[in-house]
């Protein structure tokens, strides 16, 4: 196959899925889509420089035929290999479930810190969810538990050292169809008004009220952005 024809595929495949995430139900200009979808997009705005040429180049190798539809712009191949990343990046199963931790573990507020710190410890993680009554209660971090230990506090329950959303430091609920362009937003849009986000806690419909299927924290961020530049 040509590099004219992969380069015609990737690139109906990247208008094909910027039609999606804006649920079009009509045309809407390649560049219009670029414009609309990088406000929300992390691919695309991350991207949409090339996108922009790419849009060019594929008006010359479509509309700028001669009599015998000869293409007359041939596309190297980094141009080809780079748009078919980007229809691949767009196209991809980008579900949150696909990057969060699972299954999740959760704590009790009576429960004695030492058992929290110990079931983390076998998890591999540094927050841990806590539930009373099938209802969200708070997040105990290692941070926490560190804390309490360099101190000696007497506190031995985990509903001493429950970190909880009072506006500085937040934990964020998602249901598990979202994408995890939403995680990576949350992450930045706390950063940006100098809050500190400490987990997001997946579950079925993004409610405090339901079993968590998933966590995310900040540490995962890392394999997150690889996956989408």
């Known amino acids: 196959m040509k590099n004219s024809e992969r380069f015609l595929n990737a690139y109906a495949a990247i208008e094909k899925a910027m ?8 045309y809407i200009p390649f560049s219009r889509m670029i414009d609309l979808c990088s406000r929300f997009n992390r691919t695309v705005r991350s991207c949409q420089e090339n996108l922009r040429e790419y849009n060019e180049l594929r008006n010359a190798i479509v509309h700028q035929r001669g009599s015998d539809q ?24 980008d579900s949150i479930m696909g990057f969060a931790s699972a299954p999740v573990r959760s704590a009790k507020p009576e429960d004695a810190i030492t058992d929290a710190y110990a079931l983390m410890k076998a998890m591999g993680s540094s927050k841990l969810p806590v539930y009373t009554d099938g209802k969200f209660a708070g997040l105990v971090t290692m941070e926490t538990i560190a804390e309490w230990g360099v101190t000696h506090s007497p506190k031995e329950k ?6 909880t959303d009072d506006g500085r430091q937040r934990i964020l609920f998602l249901g598990r169809d979202a994408s995890v362009q939403a995680a990576v937003e949350a992450y930045e849009n706390a950063m940006a ?37």
């Open 19 to 26: 039609s999606g995430l804006l649920k079009a139900h009509g």
């Open 70 to 93: 000869e293409v007359i712009a041939e596309p190297s191949d980094a141009v080809t290999a780079d748009i078919e990343h980007i229809a691949g990046l767009l196209n991809q199963d």
């Open 193 to 229: 008004k100098g809050q500190r986000l400490l987990a997001i806690l997946i579950t079925e419909h993004g409610s405090t009220e339901e079993k968590p299927l998933g966590i995310i924290t900040l540490y995962d961020l890392p394999k997150i952005l690889a996956k989408l530049v």
């Open 158 to 163: 985990v509903a001493d050292i429950l970190s």
